[in-house]
Structure formats: C-alpha cells, structure tokens
C-alpha cells in the first residue's frame, strides 16, 4: 500500500486550491443557478410575500375561486378590532371610541367611503384629508398591497380574510417575491426562436473561426519553417502581436480600420464610393469582421504551437526525404502533417472550447450586431444574465444558457478524442510495450 506524501500533497494543495475555485466552482454555481428563477426582481437570498394589482391576473389564471378572486379585487375597510386599536395608537383612545360607537364592524367598499366615516367624528374631529386618508389605511381588510416576511404571517392573513385552504397555496406560490427551484429555465430556452437562432449563430461562429484558426496558424508555421530564421522570427513576432494585445486596442484598431471614417472608407472614396460602416452595415460584414478578429488572435498561437512541434521533427527525416526525390509539398503532406496530430488535436479543442465561451471580441466589435445577426450563444448568455435593456438581470436563465455550453463542451472535447484517436497518441512506443 503506497504511503501518505505529505510533501507531495503539500506542493498539490495551491494547486488543487485553484482548481476548486476557479473551475469546478464556477461549474457548480452554473448548475445551481440554472435551475433556479433567480433574477433581479427576486435577489440572490430569501423574499417576502406580496400580492400586487398586477398579480391578480396570474392569481386568476391559476385557478383560484371566483369567491377569493372578488374577495381580494374588491376588498374594502371594515371597523374591527385591529382597526381600532391601530387608530387609539395613532391618535387617541377617545377618537377610536367614537368611531367604534358610530360604526363598529361597519364595512366599506372603497377608501373614500372609509374616509366619510372618519370625518363623521364630531368630539374628535380629524380636520386634515391627509390624516384621514392615513388612518383609514388601517382599517384595510385585504391582504394585498402589504408585505408579509414569512409564509405563516401571510397564511394567517389569508385566514383571517376566510381564504380558502386550497387557494391559499395557489396565493402563496404567486406572493413569493424571491427565488425558487424551478426547470422552467431550460424548457423556455428550447421553445424561444432565439435560441436556435443563437445556436445556428454559434454552429457558423465556431466552425468558420476555427478553420480560419487552424488553417491560418498552419500556414503561418509551415511557410515560415522554410525561411531564414531571422525573416521567420520577424513574421512570427507580427502575427503574434494580436494575440498580446489587449482585446479593447485591438478592437479598437478594426474601428480604425473598418468604421465610416476608418482607412477602408477613405481610401474607397478616391475611388467615388461612399463611406459606410464596414463592420456593421450588413450581417455579412459583420460576420466577416468578428470572424477575421477572432481569427487571427487564434491563428497567432496555433502558429506558435505548431512552430514548435514542426521544429521538433528529426532534421534527418526532411534529408532523407529530399535525397529521395520529395518537393516541399510531399515533406508537408508525409512527413510534418503526420507530426502534428498532437498539436492539431489540442489546438482544434483549446480553440473550440475557446470559441464555444468566450464572447468579448463580439461584443466589444458588433455587442451582437446588426439586429442581433452575430448574437451567439455566449454572448446571449452575458446579455440575458449580466447586461439587458429591459433592466430585469436574469441569473437562472442565464445560467441556463452557459450551462448548455459546458454539456456542449464535455460532448465536443469527447468527439475530439475519439476522432485523432487520442489513446494511440499517448500510447508507450511499440519498443516499449
């Protein structure tokens, strides 16, 4: 039986540390969130209870009586003793004893017919309409409009409004003004229009951006491993700058490029052609812009991965090869492509992982563009969660679209395996087995 390492699990630790926080956490908390309504009108933490006007049609369309329905949209006042206890605190005991002799257990209709009773006292006349209107707030008999902390203060204002039971429960679910477990999030995200149209979005995204990703960075690798190695160094070091910059410079110089008072535009007009918005004007510009943009920030580190494994390559082989008779072309084809089965398979998922979650060259160059032409999935989820027009944040639903992401991305990095056929990858060498 193997001994404890302390040592060993004490240089592990920071790193199992890491780990836990910044990738198995946000993972979980994803999961959590998704199935979750949380937002901003509900909070992160516990709610209240609170029915408003605006609830009694949903009241309504869950099923509860046309008795408890009339009951809370047509409440009134009535002089109980509650009531009247309320007014001796708020004035004196002598106000509520005249009005108890004038109209105990009387009921009123409406506030205005609440306020007449009030200004009936004669010994203790209420001469202000705002203080009239003030106490007769406390003679309220209807549970709506007033906040409850718990469910039992609520369920014991239902009772002593003769509520039902049975429609108690419906009230309760629609009071509560915070969060609760709920898969609603993930059935609303396959029956919106817009998820599939961020979905197809994503689909075109992801596979254009990464052939361009892989495709380019190749090409950059292998053109610049026949050249001198002070030229190569020099074109890698321009290629590479993309990926060094900060995503808002870099965007940035696009605008530059691209915008209606960019270079493209003034240099077109030497030509007649009015300036125009080359980023934003259509969706095929946008399209062809936020794949560009994200294209070369990946193409400059596939060229440095494959850069490196090319250089690994036994010098020998490429000798041998060209006393037989091979052109640059067969070297590429049989020799150094063969070779990067490694680096293509973690370039191709580092860059699809990459393309699947990341949204902040969109975002900062088109924010999902026009008409929401380049929203993908990511991007969507960031919107929905973090940063809407309609104010009201969406934590769960957000949630929700992220965590499709991950389903997504532990079913692509599976297909990955399977297809460079990863186990004779890191299989031991035949001399060794």
């Given amino acids: 039986m193997p001994r404890f390492n302390a040592l060993g699990f004490g240089f592990l630790a920071p790193a199992m540390i890491v780990v836990t926080l910044f990738f198995l956490a946000p993972v979980i908390l994803t999961v959590f969130?998704?199935?979750?309504?949380?937002?901003?009108?509900?909070?992160?933490?516990?709610?209240?209870?609170?029915?408003?006007?605006?609830?009694l049609r949903e009241v309504k369309a869950s099923g509860v009586s046309e008795e408890t329905y009339d009951k809370l949209?047509?409440?009134?006042?009535?002089?109980?003793?509650?009531?009247?206890?309320?007014?001796?605190?708020?004035?004196?005991?002598?106000?509520?004893?005249?009005?108890?002799?004038?109209?105990?257990?009387?009921?009123f209709s409406s506030r205005r017919d609440m306020e007449r009773a009030l200004k009936d006292l004669r010994a203790n006349r209420i001469r202000s309409t705002r203080d009239r209107k003030a106490l007769a707030e406390l003679f309220t008999s209807s549970v709506m409009d007033e906040r409850f902390q718990t469910e039992e203060e609520f369920r014991a204002a239902l009772t002593a409004a003769s509520i039902p039971e049975a429609d108690q429960n419906i009230l309760v679910k629609v009071a509560y003004t915070g969060w609760v477990w709920t898969t609603e999030n993930m059935k609303l995200l396959f029956s919106l229009d817009s998820s599939w149209r961020y979905a197809m979005n994503t689909l075109f995204y992801v596979v254009f951006t990464l052939t361009f990703n892989v495709g380019f960075g190749l090409f950059l690798a292998?053109?610049?491993?026949?050249?001198?190695?002070?030229?190569?160094?020099?074109?890698?070091?321009?290629?590479?700058?993309?990926?060094?910059?900060?995503?808002?410079?870099?965007?940035?110089?696009?605008y530059w490029l691209t915008w209606d008072t960019g270079i493209i535009s003034s240099f077109m007009s030497w030509f007649g052609v009015a300036p125009r918005n080359w980023m934003l004007d259509t969706a095929t510009n946008a399209w062809i812009v936020v794949i560009l943009i994200n294209g070369f920030v990946g193409a400059s580190l596939g060229m440095i991965l494959f850069s490196s494994a090319i250089r690994t390559i036994p010098a020998s082989m490429l000798y041998a090869s060209e006393v037989d008779g091979a052109n640059r072309w067969q070297q590429i084809r049989y020799i150094i492509l063969p070779q990067l089965r490694w680096p293509i398979l973690f370039t191709s998922s580092y860059q699809t992982l990459s393309l699947l979650t990341s949204f902040e060259y969109i975002l900062l160059a088109t924010d999902g563009g026009p008409g929401g032409a380049t929203e993908v999935w990511a991007l969507a989820a960031y919107h929905?969660?973090?940063?809407?027009?309609?104010?009201?944040?969406?934590?769960?639903?957000?949630?929700?679209?992220?965590?499709?992401?991950?389903?997504?991305?532990?079913?692509?990095?599976a297909l990955y395996l399977r297809f460079f056929n990863f186990k004779d990858l890191v299989a031991k060498p035949r001399i060794e087995q």
Avoid: C, K
Avoid at 33 to 53: K, V
Avoid at 83 to 99: I, K, P, S
Avoid at 224 to 240: C, D, E, H, M, Q
């Fill in 33 to 55: 969130f998704a199935f979750t309504n949380m937002s901003t009108s509900t909070g992160i933490t516990g709610g209240e209870y609170l029915l408003t006007q605006s609830d």
């Fill in 73 to 107: 949209e047509n409440a009134g006042y009535v002089v109980d003793e509650t009531g009247l206890a309320l007014l001796a605190e708020a004035r004196d005991q002598a106000t509520a004893d005249e009005l108890a002799d004038l109209h105990a257990g009387a009921q």
């Fill in 222 to 254: 292998i053109s610049t491993f026949y050249l001198p190695s002070g030229i190569a160094n020099t074109f890698r070091t321009i290629w590479f700058l993309p990926r060094i910059l900060p995503p808002v410079l870099y965007v940035l110089m696009w």
């Fill in 384 to 413: 929905t969660a973090l940063n809407n027009y309609g104010g009201n944040l969406q934590y769960g639903l957000g949630a929700a679209y992220a965590l499709v992401l991950v389903v997504i991305g532990i079913v692509t990095s």
